[in-house]
């Protein structure tokens, strides 16, 4: 038989909030943190509003020794791991040295600490890179500096799928723990809010151009026209049911299924691959999409992937007969850490029995979609579905499943 | 000529900008003869300080002697001996 | 964990792009020859750096097949992906027209993704580093794919048509490891039945010189190239970095037989941990990858008598050699002593994420081969590292089992172990 993988601690790094609780309240009220870009000057640029984190001081949370060598990504990872393991009552350097492993995703690495050593080496010369470049900038930074300040000598991963890769890091991390990891930490933070990060950004050409921070990433909205980039996202810690049990964990729910597929060339004349994924990650939780209480959506605002995305759960739920909802459209798209950050939303969600709204949007009457807006839901909640997608057509779905107390208990 | 020699306040100003201070550390302490490893630094942070004073000074220390500096005394005294004599 | 995996995955195609040799063929010849292909960087003018040496893959994307759009819109690093993989699946006899796109999936490694581009890239747009305000109008459009590198991962997958599980792994240089380890799971656990997986990195690029340079990682021996990739030797001073790609095709092992496919070895086995010390350094001891070892050779229920060859990590730093001597010791007691071990880095360089691949793919051939490649340039071993390193000459002997390792900046430690498929889990 194989082990059930729950979500014993969540720690969060959202524009609309760093705390667990900060970021809930926030979530609920519809207080979205979306604003001009104070990072540096954006009013060169097309685009000019981001979902920034404000109030985070690194030297507060991290010690000396490390800001020299790390990217903001990675300052930001490293609290979150810190709020992560507290929330679970845990201190994995207690557990057996090789019990806990961290998989986490990346999109970028550490981009504005590569922008600053590219500048250095262009403006000035190869001596002036810095001796911490080699890594402070690579994909693989976060999972290797949440390994060493915690002593995680488990198994760890790295994955790279754009907006998809953040359930594809907690997919692998399962995998970790079917085979006999206790633990793992797991999910994404990303943040490249830096001129090059923009730039780059920018030839993805899905950046939303507008000015006003209300109607600027308009998901499933008849005005949509691109997103808004943000930074942050979520670390959670992922432990195997009975390990969980045996030190009286709280359990925030269980990663019942998980599906990925890829989108075939636009040119191909075939058809998207969500549906597929959806289904996939259904079949994968032994559920039935009656069984799905609420849909966090990839929420693209692009009109054509909005368009796949929609047709997609209607396809598999019917038409309007699920309630749909992004709260990243009060945060901005976070690329890797996106998903995460929905996976402890859907887990607050059913814990509290309500689906946190979308703002701003207006759903257009376009498509078959019960999109959950103006104010939260209230809604008992047993499983709840998170689509994630990236650049080149990368799609994933993970449901999450609440657990009973009396599940959780030790008896 | 002060302006000439390296000394031990430059180092740590150096110090605390390429690497920081470990928890514990007391870099305004009697820190003159204690070991590198002691304070907390690994060859990663000594490249970097190296870097960081050969770039400020116009200098090249010879890598096996920057190697074998082990505590500030050793490396301020290796520095000096590259910088020109007032 | 309740008796064998029923389903298995085992290694039915091979596709190499290397320095020194453009396909299988001519790799496995640099190889068995024991020749280098380190020399001085021609890229561009190394001269202001430490390091001027890398083995340089001479790689022709037009004549490797690539049209002129892909070219445009690919990152060196993504050609050779994508050319390698074309490569793996012409040798497998598969015929990937007539499997469903959704059983196929693909995971490429790759440690540093487009850092050619990129390291071009920013120089236009900041104007060779004089803006800070880096100019967008001056961007090409498809900076977006050297950013995010899972574009190398959904480019394999168009131009094989699979339309499964796609991504990339990064974790530095065991990438070209954790990705086939992560493709082998795939097709355990019935994610997809056929992936096309391997690893890619070409970094040969200023902005890589100089990082290695600022951390002496890298041979600053620039007068003699051809000779600059010394691991296991007392005067290695470094490693010689290097670009490539290895693609496979893996597939269930049931379905191999039934299609009487050729096949290279089974995944066996495949463990990694992390050392959670320093994200460039190594304890001595070799503890977390000996633990790798250890669970990869239970994995594949073989014992430590039963490898024959071990196609070591050997980098040719200080650090590393010594790292890894010990840990092969404590994984495997006295029968390191009498399992060869030699490093291709001594001959293709060390291609960070892509060499993991590299040197799996020179573990099926040695297995095929019954040869065993040399470790070049060893003349003088360090005394410390005293196991049997197949100095410069290839070795003829029977090879069934083989251990492949590798360790990587992040602290991770990777093992695999490749068998016949009667081997394993019997």
């Given amino acids: 038989m194989t082990t059930a993988t729950w979500v014993t601690g969540l720690g969060v790094a959202a524009p609309t909030g760093l705390s667990l609780a900060e970021y809930w309240a926030a979530t609920l009220a519809g207080r979205g943190a979306i604003g001009p870009v104070t990072r540096f000057d954006a009013s060169s640029y097309p685009a000019r509003l981001a979902g920034e984190i404000t109030g985070f001081v690194a030297e507060d949370h991290l010690p000396s020794r490390l800001l020299p060598q790390t990217d903001r990504m990675t300052r930001l990872a490293l609290a979150t791991a810190d709020r992560a393991f507290a929330d679970a009552g845990v201190n994995p350097a207690d557990l057996p040295e090789f019990d806990v492993g961290v998989i986490t995703a990346s999109h970028s690495g550490g981009f504005e600490f590569g922008q600053n050593e590219l500048r250095a080496l262009w403006s000035k010369g190869g001596q002036y890179v810095s001796a911490y470049q080699s890594f402070a900038w690579f994909y693989a930074v976060n999972s290797g500096q949440i390994s060493i300040r915690h ?14 890769g953040g359930l594809d890091a907690v997919a692998q991390a399962r995998r970790q723990i079917r085979k006999g990891t206790a633990m793992v930490i797991s999910g994404a933070v990303d943040a490249s809010i830096c001129p090059w990060g923009w730039v780059a950004q920018l030839t993805g050409g899905r950046l939303s151009t507008r000015d006003d921070a209300e109607r600027a990433y308009l998901p499933f909205d008849d005005d949509a026209t691109g997103h808004v980039p943000g930074e942050g996202g979520a670390l959670l810690v992922l432990e195997d049911a009975g390990h969980a049990r045996a030190r009286g964990a709280r359990v925030y729910g269980e990663i019942a299924g998980y599906a990925a597929t890829t989108d075939p060339r636009r040119d191909s004349g075939r058809e998207p691959t969500l549906q597929a994924a959806i289904e996939g990650a259904l079949a994968d939780s032994g559920v039935e999409p009656a069984d799905i209480g609420a849909v966090f959506a990839d929420a693209a605002a692009i009109p054509e992937l909005d368009r796949v995305e929609a047709e997609a759960i209607a396809k598999v739920f019917g038409p309007s007969a699920v309630p749909v909802t992004a709260p990243k459209t009060m945060t901005g798209r976070l690329y ?22 979308t703002v701003n949007t207006r759903p257009s009457p376009a498509y078959d979609l019960d999109l959950v807006t103006g104010a939260p839901r209230a809604a008992a909640l047993r499983h709840v579905l998170v689509i994630a997608r990236g650049h080149g057509g990368l799609n994933s779905a993970m449901v999450v499943r609440a657990v009973d107390p009396s599940a959780a208990a030790d008896h | 000529m002060p302006g000439n020699q390296f000394t031990l306040d430059d180092l740590k100003t150096v110090l605390r900008q390429a690497a920081g201070t470990d928890e514990g550390v007391d870099l305004d302490g009697d820190i003159i003869d204690t070991s590198f490893d002691d304070l907390g630094y690994e060859s990663l942070a000594l490249l970097e300080t190296a870097s960081r004073i050969e770039r400020h000074h116009g200098i090249s220390l010879d890598e096996d002697a920057l190697g074998e500096a082990q505590t500030p005394r050793e490396l301020i005294d290796l520095v000096n001996t590259h910088l020109p004599a007032a | 964990m309740s008796g064998p995996p029923s389903r298995r995955p085992v290694i039915t195609g091979v596709g190499v792009t290397a320095p020194g040799g453009q396909d299988v063929k001519e790799f496995w010849k640099l190889l068995t020859d024991g020749r280098t292909a380190t020399r001085r960087i021609s890229f561009f003018d190394p001269s202001p750096f430490r390091s001027q040496v890398a083995a340089e893959a001479d790689f022709d994307a037009e004549l490797s097949g690539l049209t002129p759009q892909e070219i445009r819109r ?47 890239e920013y120089r236009t747009v900041s104007d060779g580093g004089r803006l800070d305000l880096v100019d967008h109008t001056y961007a090409v459009p498809h900076l977006y794919n050297y950013m995010v590198p899972s574009s190398f991962a959904t480019e394999v997958a168009w131009a094989v048509g699979a339309e499964g599980p796609t991504t990339v792994i990064s974790t530095g240089c065991t990438s070209g490891l954790d990705a086939i380890g992560y493709a082998a799971d795939l097709i355990r656990e019935g994610s997809a039945d056929v992936l096309v997986a391997g690893a890619t990195d070409a970094p040969i ?19 003699d190239p051809e000779h600059a990739s010394r691991p296991f030797d007392a005067s290695r001073n470094g490693f010689v970095l290097g670009e490539g790609a290895a693609m496979f095709v893996l597939e269930d092992l049931a379905s191999a037989l039934a299609r009487g496919a050729r096949i290279y070895a089974e995944v066996a086995g495949f463990a990694t941990r992390s050392n959670a010390f320093h994200m460039t350094g190594l304890r001595p001891d070799g503890r977390e990858m000996a633990e790798a070892i250890r669970v990869a050779l239970e994995a594949a229920r073989l014992a430590p008598e039963d490898i024959d060859y071990i196609n070591a990590h050997g980098s040719g730093t200080k650090q590393n050699d010594r790292h890894e001597t010990a840990a092969f010791k404590r994984s495997l007691g006295e029968h390191a002593y009498r399992t060869p071990v030699s490093s291709i880095k001594s001959m293709v360089g060390h291609s960070l994420g892509a060499i993991g691949s590299i040197e799996i793919a020179a573990s099926i051939l040695a297995m095929t081969h019954n040869v065993v490649p040399p470790t070049a340039n060893l003349h003088r071993p360090d005394p410390e590292c005293d196991l049997d390193y197949v100095p410069l000459t290839a070795r003829e002997l029977p090879v069934d089992a083989v251990l492949s390792v590798g360790s990587g900046f992040g602290g991770f430690q990777s093992a695999i172990v490749l068998a016949p498929p009667g081997r394993s889990g019997t």
């Fill in chain 1, 336 to 357: 890797s850490g996106a998903a995460p950050l929905d996976l402890a939303a859907a887990c607050l969600a059913m814990r509290d029995g309500v689906i946190p709204p």
């Fill in chain 1, 151 to 164: 002593g995680l000598r488990g198994p760890s991963s790295v994955v790279v799928s754009d907006q998809a």
């Fill in chain 3, 205 to 223: 690029s200023p902005i890589t010189l100089a990082c290695f340079d600022a951390i002496k990682a890298t041979t600053p021996r620039n007068d």
């Fill in chain 3, 74 to 120: 690919m990152d060196r690093a993504a050609q050779f992906a994508v050319v390698t993989a074309r490569e793996a699946v012409a040798d497998s006899g598969l015929d990937f027209a007539a499997l469903p796109p959704h059983r196929m999936g693909v995971t490429v490694g790759s440690a540093v993704g487009a850092t050619m581009g990129l390291d071009q």
